[in-house]
């Protein structure tokens, strides 16, 4: 069994919908979540970082992590086509040297 | 803030040769950087971990007498493949650490095509 499971999608939404990308992991030794944003052939970048249960809102993205579950969500409002890209889940714990990476999940939205 | 550059974005190179390609930390000190693999359509592959000033930390099956990592200073670090062939032909992707906290910053990438 995978550390981080993620589904690959794609998932493909029209232009203003909401989108929920979600992530679960089975070490409950994680304390850290983030969420990258991969767009074809460039490096990820980060978009949310948290490292508490509970929502954490920016702009049109709020992560949320739910440690009792082992389960960790993003949501994007009023989704654009320029949001259409591979969003990774990652997470970590203190002492550990690397990050543990999501497979992915490529997100299309249509105009 | 914390941005990452990497060069070249692209190279081409001939099997047998070496190729290098440098990171940097543009405005902040990165104690700690990793070098990530990526084929198509699948996610990154941690390659080694380096600390300034000391030997990198090679993943289980990557060689490190083929990829060379330095990490000379706090801004720079380099991976060197050594020999290429058709088979390292991929997309290599840096990233930083700053101090002790958790969240990477990525590079844009390296796309290798070895011919």
């Known amino acids: 069994q995978k550390e981080v499971e993620q589904d690959p999608g794609p998932l493909s939404v029209p232009e203003g919908a909401i989108v929920s990308l979600n992530c679960t992991y089975s070490?409950?030794?994680?304390?850290?979540f983030m969420w990258y944003r991969q767009y074809s052939r460039k490096g990820p970048e980060l978009l949310m970082y948290t490292y508490s249960s509970g929502n954490k809102e920016d702009g049109r993205f709020t992560a949320q992590v739910d440690k009792s579950s082992k389960y960790i969500s993003l949501f994007i409002r009023d989704s654009q086509p320029s949001d259409s890209a591979t969003y990774l889940c990652a997470m970590s714990y203190t002492g550990r040297r690397a990050l543990t990476f999501g497979s992915g999940t490529r997100l299309q939205v249509q105009p | 803030g914390a941005v990452v550059s990497q060069h070249p974005s692209r190279v081409i190179c001939k099997s047998g040769t070496s190729v290098k390609i440098e990171c940097r930390s543009l405005?902040?000190?990165?104690?700690?950087m990793f070098w990530y693999r990526q084929f198509p359509k699948q996610s990154l592959m941690l390659m080694a971990t380096s600390n300034e000033g000391s030997k990198a930390t090679y993943e289980q099956g990557v060689e490190k007498d083929k990829f060379l990592i330095n990490h000379a200073s706090l801004t720079l670090s380099t991976l060197t493949v050594t020999s290429a062939h058709p088979e390292d032909s991929s997309f290599y992707i840096c990233s930083a650490r700053i101090g002790s906290g958790e969240e990477q910053y990525f590079g844009p990438g390296t796309r290798l095509t070895v011919t």
């Open positions: 070490n409950s030794a994680f304390q850290y």
């Open positions: 405005d902040f000190q990165a104690t700690t």
